[in-house]
């Protein structure tokens, strides 16, 4: 009860300087709480699959590569091993499809969703919670699993189990429904369907599967490598597979974080980003701890009379101890408490949305409970040592006369607040490169035209009808050319992948396979050669246009072939992936009449220069609605497109972005509040001097000087701290911004402006003080 | 050297009106050695703040060695102080983060005298006043009469011709009183116009003249003995 009293009364006397220390505090233990469910979420990744822990993936390792796709008769061998208690492969290849759902016999709906084709195996490896129905449906060729949401979202309230949909041409019954995993499962929440037992069954050149297993034991896995290594038969090994047919066994729960294997299209983090995350989350909460021991300690000179009055009249050390302990506790968990408040606010705006987890109290009580034992610690720690500090001196002595913090307590007090000033700089560098690297990419040349392209999907019906519907199209003012493609150009690190034999020796290159005029159509010129014609696709082979990096590494010649394809010409690297990979080896390829894969699923639209986009997509729109109407078509500008490829950094980047410019606002109000009690103490002091003839400029002088001196001292050691960072983390990147040395300038003077403003303004109050008043 | 008339100061809070000086009237004379008496709260502090350039009158007139001074900015204030007053205080003030050298020195500091200067200008005052060994000390190591010491050397360090002394002796045990009492005399006999606040009649014995000063007005002047 005495504990409280006197904290109310602290909070009372030194209002600004406790609101903005609990302010502080509570902002910081939000941010860590909010860093920390973020963490977890990435953390327990696949976790919630039942025995995660005994899950894994199987990957193909050889020729410096690694797939995550393997050919189904080598699936086969790994599952006759007595230590798989279960294997299941599933088609790697995460698309959407259309679906449509027939209600009361004529209302016809199509649905985009996802469609995993499994063996009905599968739900024996990733256990499937079964609301409805049993999973036991995928035994039956034409039943299918769907989720809990898909099922709300085809048939509202009615039960699915029994309705009929139509995926892929074909009608299927619905056969259970599962409860939907959580966001963070690398198991997406799909149409699982059943893949014919015949599919590939003995095609060793078809790597197309994700093969998953349930291990009875991790040591069983390089038995098990053996096993498989024996019984791949010597011919297959060097036709197909390359290398020795060595594997590796990637747990469940490592999925997420690894980014080394091709052909992987789960969700990934990166463990470097979580730390970088947790990081700040301590560098925050440091920032704010140190506010408040320093807020604890600045109140020394001012509370030490009362607290030795206390003494001379018979209070105990160690009561008084206590008593300062608890108040400082009280002023942590109160700080915890608002914080708990301005997350429970957060929830509902567009901060909620930063994160990928969901930013529930409840549902993350660990952390929330984490969070409030380090408040706990906190509270201990700021409030230990001025409680031992003040209670160290004779009563008598310090009754007497005026009393200040001991130069060593200073020196102290300077390097915490020099701890922060160094943290605050780092972030603020590095925020504005993370910021300057985002414009980098958004306007980094790429080699062929972004901004005056519409792009759009087809569908199966359209792609029956590629001329009419291009006819359509160009019949429109705005629309300049049209040109078809199997991928989106930019916008994947990886694309299909060719091993060709070339004058004896093996190549590999990824290639797009287009229509003739998309060279055309993106502004992408050939420097050698020429440019695909209209007629090429009616020969029997197809072209090839390649690049220069496959042009000087393969030593390509121009109009020689490679198999029967012939290359026609040659073109610059143009930047065919995002920027996190440099351009390698690529072509563009146009089928002809010999064609065993085209499935050309992108339409490019170039509008005019000049005249209106959106009118040009709203008459994309029509034409699309009016060849195939219902189907949901994705029409979009291409530079949003190649936008949306960087959505996770930049979202991170202004969640990082967001968190610094607290950081530095705490740290700021830190110095704020010591500025105002250090001029207090001082003001004793400061009127000395203006008797002894100092005039307010010279007052001002002897504030700024300490502060510039530690501003300077901390840029020193911030500069080559925040190079280091951010080099690292611009390594992510092919295509990255120069490090301007007059960022760390601008960011150092940044800084300063700011402390000497608040300085400045507090100590002007100070220094024009009637001198009087505080002496005597 | 002071002419002061009908001077007065009133100080508000939100609710009282306190008046501190009720139209005190008075002059003293260059080289005079005047004591300011009076009990607590009455208005002695006051007007030695006012004297000192320190604050300035609610109304009235303060002519300092033939200029009106009372009612300056406070810059102007501040140059009128430089050089021309020195103060000693009972708790001395003098600055904890400072050693006595540096003390002494301040407002020479302040008044821009160069540094050899400032030195040979310190060391004459504290071997004045018989402190130069304590030079390198912090105040916290010297005795009350040692540091009362340091504050009459930086007092007179600029050579002023006005000193202004409230209540020099009230910390200091009756030796060291007598010393800094008989400091202040000799600093008058060489020509220094002093001013002190008093509750000792032993201390105001010393001086030319008393005056009384009794809720903020003027009671009695009487010649003192010496």
């Known amino acids: 009860m005495k504990t409280f009293k006197n904290f109310l009364f602290v909070l009372e006397r030194f209002k600004t300087s406790s609101i903005l220390n609990i302010a502080g505090l509570s902002i910081a233990f939000a941010i860590f709480i909010i860093i920390l469910m973020q963490v977890d979420y990435d953390l327990s990744f696949d976790k919630c699959h039942k025995d995660y822990d005994h899950i894994y993936r199987v990957e193909r390792v050889g020729d410096g590569s690694k797939l995550a796709i393997l050919p189904r008769p080598a699936a086969e061998i790994l599952f006759q091993s007595p230590h798989v208690v279960a294997g299941a492969i599933i088609g790697p290849f995460y698309m959407e499809s259309s679906v449509t759902v027939t209600k009361n016999d004529t209302d016809e709906q199509i649905y985009k969703e996802m469609v995993l084709m499994v063996e009905p195996s599968f739900p024996k490896v990733i256990h499937f919670d079964m609301l409805e129905g049993s999973d036991a449906a995928l035994e039956e060729p034409d039943k299918v699993l769907i989720s809990r949401r898909i099922g709300q979202k085809f048939f509202g309230t009615e039960s699915p189990v029994g309705k009929q949909i139509e995926v892929w041409g074909g009608a299927r019954t619905i056969g259970g429904v599962y409860k939907d995993f959580p966001p963070n499962s690398s198991i997406s929440n799909a149409i699982f369907m059943a893949m014919s037992p015949d599919e590939n069954k003995n095609n060793w050149g078809n790597f197309s599967f994700c093969v998953f297993v349930h291990l009875d034991h991790a040591g069983a896995k390089q038995e098990i490598i053996e096993q498989f290594k024996a019984a791949i038969p010597e011919d297959i090994l060097n036709k197909y597979w390359g290398g020795d047919g060595s594997l590796q066994f990637t747990p469940l729960a490592d999925l997420h974080f690894t980014n080394d294997i091709m052909y992987d299209s789960t969700p990934k983090s990166s463990r470097a980003t979580l730390m970088v995350l947790l990081a700040i989350a301590f560098a925050i909460l440091a920032i704010a701890a140190i506010n408040f021991n320093n807020f604890s300690m600045a109140q020394v000179p001012i509370r030490i009379r009362s607290i030795n009055t206390q003494k001379v009249l018979g209070a105990s050390t160690g009561s008084l101890r206590a008593g300062m302990i608890s108040e400082s506790v009280l002023m942590n968990l109160l700080g915890f408490a608002l914080a708990l408040i301005i997350v429970f606010l957060l929830k509902s705006t567009p901060v909620a949305d930063l994160l990928d987890a969901k930013m529930s109290l409840s549902a993350h009580w660990k952390e929330v409970a984490l969070t409030g034992g380090i408040a706990l610690l906190v509270g201990l720690l700021t409030g230990l040592y001025p409680a031992l500090y003040i209670t160290s001196f004779q009563p008598a002595l310090v009754l007497n006369g005026s009393f200040g913090l001991t130069p060593k307590g200073k020196n102290i007090r300077n390097a915490l607040i020099g701890v922060q000033f160094v943290a605050s700089l780092v972030l603020i560098i590095s925020v504005s490169f993370m910021y300057m690297q985002n414009n980098y990419l958004k306007q980094a040349p790429v080699g062929y035209e972004r901004d005056q392209v519409i792009i759009t999907d087809l569908s199966n019906k359209i792609n029956s009808q590629r001329d009419v519907f291009k006819q359509e199209l160009k019949s429109f003012a705005g629309i300049e050319d049209v040109a078809l493609s199997e991928s989106l150009l930019g916008t994947a690190d990886q694309y299909m992948g060719w091993g060709r034999t070339y004058r004896d020796k093996d190549i590999q290159y990824q290639v797009l396979p287009v229509e003739p005029a998309f060279l055309k159509v993106m502004n992408i010129s050939v420097t050698e050669g020429r440019d695909f014609r209209e007629d090429d696709k009616d020969g029997r082979f197809g072209k090839y246009i390649f690049n220069e990096k496959a042009h000087k590494a393969y030593e390509l010649e121009l109009n020689s072939h490679i198999d029967t394809s012939e290359i026609i010409g040659f073109m610059p690297d143009i930047q065919f992936t995002t920027f996190h990979t440099e351009p390698t080896p690529m072509a563009f390829f146009v089928w002809g009449t010999d064609n065993w894969g085209d499935k050309m699923r992108h339409v490019y639209i170039k509008v005019t220069a000049g005249s209106n986009m959106f009118a040009a997509m709203q008459h994309v729109k029509s034409t699309l609605n009016k060849l195939d109407p219902g189907y949901p078509f994705n029409v979009r500008f291409y530079s949003e497109a190649l936008q949306s490829v960087y959505e996770k950094e930049q979202r991170l980047s202004s969640l990082i972005g967001v968190f610094s410019l607290i950081a530095i606002l705490i740290s700021v109000i830190g110095v704020f509040g010591l500025v105002i009690f250090e001029t207090q103490y001082r003001r004793r002091e400061i009127s000395i001097r203006k008797i002894m003839g100092s005039s307010v400029s010279e007052v001002l002088q002897l504030f700024i000087g300490t502060y510039c001196f530690i501003v300077g001292v901390c840029f020193v050691i911030a500069v080559p701290v925040a190079y280091y960072f951010n080099s690292k983390w611009l390594d992510n990147f092919a295509c990255k911004t120069p490090l301007h040395w007059w960022v760390f300038l601008l960011s150092g003077l940044f800084v300063l402006a700011i402390i000497l403003m608040i300085v400045t303004t507090q100590s002007y109050k100070a220094a024009t003080k009637n001198p009087t008043e505080a002496i005597h | ?226």
């Not at chain 2, 009990?39 to 009235?60: A, R, V």
């Not at chain 2, 007139?61 to 102007?76: M, P, R």
């Not at chain 2, 402190?131 to 540091?147: E, T, V, W, Y």
Request: charged letters at 25%.
């Open chain 2, 1 to 226: 050297m002071i002419k002061i008339e009908n001077l007065r100061k009133v100080f508000r809070t939100e609710e009282v009106e306190t008046v501190a000086l009720n139209g005190v009237s008075f002059e003293v004379t260059e080289g005079e050695f005047i004591a300011v008496m009076g009990p607590s709260g009455c208005g002695k502090s006051t007007l030695l703040n006012i004297l000192g350039l320190l604050d300035n009158p609610t109304s009235g007139t303060y002519c300092l060695a033939g200029n009106e001074v009372g009612h300056l900015k406070e810059s102007a204030r501040t140059q009128a102080r430089k050089g021309n007053i020195g103060f000693v205080f009972q708790s001395f003030n003098l600055i904890e983060e400072m050693n006595v050298f540096e003390n002494v020195e301040l407002p020479l500091v302040y008044m821009r005298i160069n540094k050899a200067e400032r030195k040979r200008r310190v060391e004459e005052a504290l071997y004045r006043m018989n402190i130069s060994h304590r030079a390198k000390h912090f105040p916290n190591q010297l005795s009350g009469g040692q540091q009362q010491r340091v504050a009459i050397a930086r007092a007179i360090v600029a050579n002023p011709k006005l000193i202004l002394a409230d209540e020099p002796t009230g910390n200091l045990d009756s030796k060291n009183g007598n010393d800094v009492m008989t400091l202040l005399s000799e600093l008058n006999t060489e020509g220094a116009t002093i001013v002190m606040v008093t509750h000792s009649q032993h201390d105001a014995s010393y001086s030319h003249r008393i005056v009384n000063l009794f809720d903020g007005e003027i009671v009695t002047e009487v010649q003192s003995r010496m």
